[in-house]
C-alpha cells in the first residue's frame, strides 16, 4: 500500500492576519477547511499539521488531523522555508515512530477553497509519471510576464524582463502570440519522499501541473481577501468543505421566512422599570417587501418571541408574522405553515441566527444566516449574509434574489 502523507503547515505567528489558520473562515477554522481536503480524499492515509503552537494543535485535533510534535520554533518564523518544515516533520515520524511516508501531500490553509478531486488528481498524476518528482497546482497566469520590465531606477532604461524566440518585441505583441504562462498556486504540491530527502527540494527538477480552475485561485494574505473570499464559498462553487455542501438558491422562490431577534432586530433589547421592552430594527429591511410580493414572493416573521412587538414590527413592514411558538417548536410551526399555505418547503428560504433556527434550516430549500449568527448555525447555512441582524440583514438577503432574478 503506498503511503501518502498530507502535511498542513500552520505556523501560529502570522502577522498579516493575525492567529489566521484558527480565525473563523466561512464559520470554520481557516485550517479545518484543508484538514478536510485531507481527510475526503481516497488516497490519502495520514494527515498532521506542523504547528509550533499549542492552541492551532488543539483545533487541528479537533478537526481530525494528528498533532504528534510540536514544530521547533526556529522553524516557525516569518521567513522560515517550506523545505525544513518538511524534513524535520519526515525525521521526526522516521526517527519515533518508524514511519516513512512515499508521498507528501502539502495543503497551504492559506487557499482553503479547492475542487473536491483536487487531492487525489494530484496523487494519481504524481503515481501515472515515475519520472515525476512533484505535482504543482497551477492556473492561467492573470498578468502576462512577456509584457512585465526590470526596473533599476526613475533615470535608468526598463529591461523586458523575458525574452521570447522568433518575436523580437513580446511586449508589443498580441497576448495571443505570446507562450500561455501558468501561475503556481498555494493549494497543493503532491511530493515524492525522495525529492525532499534527497533531492532536498519541495519539487526537484520534473515537475508535473494540476491545472486548476481559476474560479478556485484563492490565497488568502490580508482582511480584504478574507471577505472576498467568504464570499467566493456561498457561491455555489462544488468544492471541499468541513460542513454540509452548500445548496444553491432556489430558482423558484415562493416565501420568504424571518426570525425576529437577531434577524429582524439587533438581539437587544432595552427594558425600563415597569419591564416594558423595546427593540431596535432598521427601517431599510421593509424597502423590497413589496416588490417581491409583486413577483410572487410573500415575506413573513416566524418567532418563538411572546412580545407583541412582534406583531407591531411586522404590520409596519407590511408582513404576515407568527410569534409565541415555542423554542423547540420552529421547525413544527414552520411546517404546519408550509402545509397551510401549500407550498413546497424547496421553494422557500429561511434566515435565522441561532440554535432554535436550525430545525428550519433543515426544511428549507435555502437557509441564510446574518452575519453575527451564532456559530454553529454560520457552518450549517447555505449562505451567510455580510449585515448583521437588525442592521439590513433582512434588505440584503432581498436585494441578493432581485439581483439573481433579473
Known amino acids: 500500500m503506498t503511503e501518502i502523507l498530507a502535511l498542513i503547515p500552520a505556523r501560529g505567528g502570522s502577522k498579516g492576519i493575525p492567529r489566521k489558520n484558527i480565525r473563523s473562515f466561512a464559520g470554520f477554522p481557516l485550517i479545518a477547511w484543508s484538514i478536510a481536503a485531507a481527510k475526503q480524499s481516497d488516497l490519502v ?12 494543535a488543539s483545533v487541528a485535533r479537533e478537526w481530525g488531523a494528528e498533532t504528534p510534535f510540536l514544530r521547533p520554533t526556529e522553524l516557525a518564523k516569518d521567513k522560515t522555508t517550506d523545505l525544513p518544515v518538511f524534513e524535520h516533520a519526515l525525521k521526526w515520524l522516521e526517527g519515533v515512530e518508524g514511519y516513512r511516508p512515499d508521498i507528501l501531500v502539502q ?62 518585441e513580446p511586449y508589443n505583441a498580441p497576448r495571443q502570440m505570446l507562450p500561455p504562462v501558468y501561475w503556481q498556486t498555494g493549494h497543493i504540491d503532491a511530493i515524492s ?64 421566512i424571518c426570525d425576529f431577534d437577531g434577524v429582524v432586530t439587533d438581539n437587544l433589547v432595552l427594558t425600563d422599570e415597569n419591564g416594558k421592552e423595546t427593540v431596535s430594527a432598521s427601517r431599510s429591511d ?38 409565541n411558538v415555542g423554542l423547540q417548536d420552529k421547525g413544527r410551526a414552520m411546517r404546519e405553515i408550509l402545509e397551510q399555505k401549500n407550498i413546497k418547503a424547496e421553494n422557500v428560504i429561511y434566515i435565522g441566527n441561532d440554535l432554535n433556527d436550525l430545525p428550519c434550516f433543515e426544511i428549507a430549500g435555502w437557509s441564510v ?38
Open 286 to 323: 421593509s424597502m423590497h417587501i413589496n416588490k417581491l410580493r409583486e413577483m410572487g414572493i410573500e415575506t413573513m416573521i416566524l418567532s418563538s418571541e411572546p412580545n407583541p412587538v412582534v406583531k407591531a414590527r411586522a404590520k409596519k413592514m407590511g408582513v404576515e408574522a407568527i410569534h
Open 107 to 168: 495543503l497551504r490553509p492559506t487557499s482553503p477553497i479547492r475542487p473536491k478531486t483536487m487531492v487525489d488528481d494530484s496523487i494519481r498524476i504524481l503515481l501515472d509519471h515515475k519520472d515525476a518528482d512533484c505535482v504543482r497546482g497551477v492556473v492561467p497566469a492573470a498578468q502576462n510576464p512577456f509584457k512585465m520590465w526590470r526596473f533599476d531606477g526613475e533615470n535608468k532604461p526598463l529591461n523586458p524582463l523575458l525574452e521570447v524566440d522568433g518575436i523580437p
Open 45 to 56: 492515509t495520514r494527515v498532521i499539521v506542523s504547528t509550533d503552537d499549542e492552541e492551532i
Open 193 to 256: 519522499i525522495s525529492t525532499i530527502l534527497q533531492k532536498k527540494s519541495l519539487t526537484g527538477d520534473v515537475i508535473y501541473p494540476l491545472l486548476i480552475d481559476p474560479k478556485y485561485t484563492v490565497d488568502i494574505d490580508t482582511l480584504v481577501d478574507w471577505a472576498k473570499y467568504e464570499a467566493l464559498v456561498y457561491g455555489g462553487l462544488n468544492m471541499v468543505t468541513p460542513g454540509r455542501t452548500h445548496r444553491s438558491m432556489p430558482e423558484h422562490i415562493k416565501l420568504i
Open 369 to 406: 444566516a446574518v452575519a453575527d449568527a451564532y456559530p454553529e448555525v454560520i457552518r450549517a447555512a447555505d449562505h451567510v449574509l455580510t449585515k448583521s441582524g437588525g442592521h439590513g440583514a433582512v434588505r440584503e438577503l432581498c436585494e441578493i434574489i432581485l439581483s439573481r432574478m433579473k
